[in-house]
């Protein structure tokens, strides 16, 4: 397993300077300047000359390149142009909020996939896995943005249950501990019920899928003449099988909440990565935009990594394999 992590890092590493490359290429090429957006877009020439200076905007893209590589091989990430403070700073408060909301929606994601491919395969073509069914595949043919929006319209606008937006209420640094988690539980239903609802069609469908292919197997037609009840050969004698590809799919969620959690925090005006990404955006903040697309990179390859992990742990005839 050792050996086989080893080689991926060093497969990713190219494969990240890849991705930055063209990122910093595309960013440059896209028409406008930080000068037009940053500051006040009727500035003097001299002004906005002195600024191109400042932020090294005035050299060759070359020379732009190089100096950026370098800098990132001895981990300095630039300073943001926007919030003129350290981009190391600005993502790494950014990240803690988008932790939160993602390890949230996939521990949705799992719980309720799972559940729901279980009870939909313990009794097959019943009005449980009818209904399920046609829920799972509308959930998971939905946009998430016009999700989002419709679940704003219903539980924040009409019925006025949740808040709309942000991470906390105005004034909340005043409320007591307990007070204050709730407060950010509330906050955080909406979003993480979005991406994992989403996340839990998809997992429900592909388990259920697994767990009746697998209904032939001869070790599970051994378990039943051995007399053993049909909900333990499922909970204990297929699932583990079928969570083989469900681990696989584990670590292709990973690009999931990440794209996904960049439309919904823009949504509700979470605090977040996503957030900063695109604030930065708009700004053409170039050095933030580069180090969340690294960020991002960073995630996905770990995420391909973890999946990797979890296969060999929960099938020990793929540790030979590698």
């Given amino acids: 397993m050792t050996r086989l992590v080893l080689r991926r890092i060093l497969t990713a590493i190219p494969l990240l300077w890849l991705v930055v490359t063209l990122t910093f290429v595309v960013v440059h090429a896209v028409p406008g300047s930080v000068t ?72 949705l994601d799992l719980g309720f996939g799972i559940l729901l491919a279980l009870l939909a395969v313990a009794r097959p073509r019943s009005w449980f896995d009818r209904i399920s069914t046609f829920l799972s595949l509308g959930l998971y043919g939905m946009p998430s943005f016009w999700l989002a929006g419709l679940a704003i ?54 388990l259920r899928s697994t767990l009746l292919d697998i209904q032939g197997a001869r070790y599970l037609l051994a378990a039943r003449a051995r007399g ?14 079928a969570l083989l590809p469900l681990v696989t799919l584990l670590g292709l ?22 957030r900063v990404l695109w604030t930065a955006a708009w700004a053409r903040d170039i050095p933030v935009i580069l180090a969340v697309t690294l960020l991002g990179s960073i995630a996905v390859i770990a995420g391909n990594l973890l999946a990797d992990a979890l296969y060999m742990i929960v099938d020990p005839r793929a540790r030979s394999a590698s």
Avoid: C, K
């Fill in 36 to 107: 037009d957006l940053v500051e006040n877009p009727r500035l003097n020439p001299q002004a906005r000359t002195l600024m191109r200076q400042r932020y090294g905007l005035d050299e060759p893209l070359s020379v732009q390149y190089v100096r950026w590589l370098a800098a990132l091989g001895r981990g300095d990430l630039g300073v943001s142009f926007l919030y003129r403070q350290p981009v190391r700073r600005v993502v790494a408060r950014a990240i803690p909020p988008t932790l939160l909301l993602a390890g949230t929606a996939l521990l």
């Fill in 153 to 206: 319209l219903v539980f924040s606008v009409g019925l006025g249950w949740l808040p709309a937006s942000h991470m906390h209420s105005v004034g909340a640094d005043v409320l007591g501990p307990g007070a204050r988690l709730v407060d950010l539980l509330r906050h955080l239903i909406l979003p993480a019920g979005i991406l994992g609802a989403v996340g839990a069609a998809a997992t429900a469908r592909y």
């Fill in 228 to 241: 053993l009840s049909r909900r333990r050969i499922l909970w204990v004698h297929a699932l583990r099988p």
């Fill in 253 to 274: 969620s990973i690009p999931f909440l990440v794209s996904g959690s960049l439309v919904i925090e823009v949504i509700f005006a979470w605090p977040g990565v996503g």
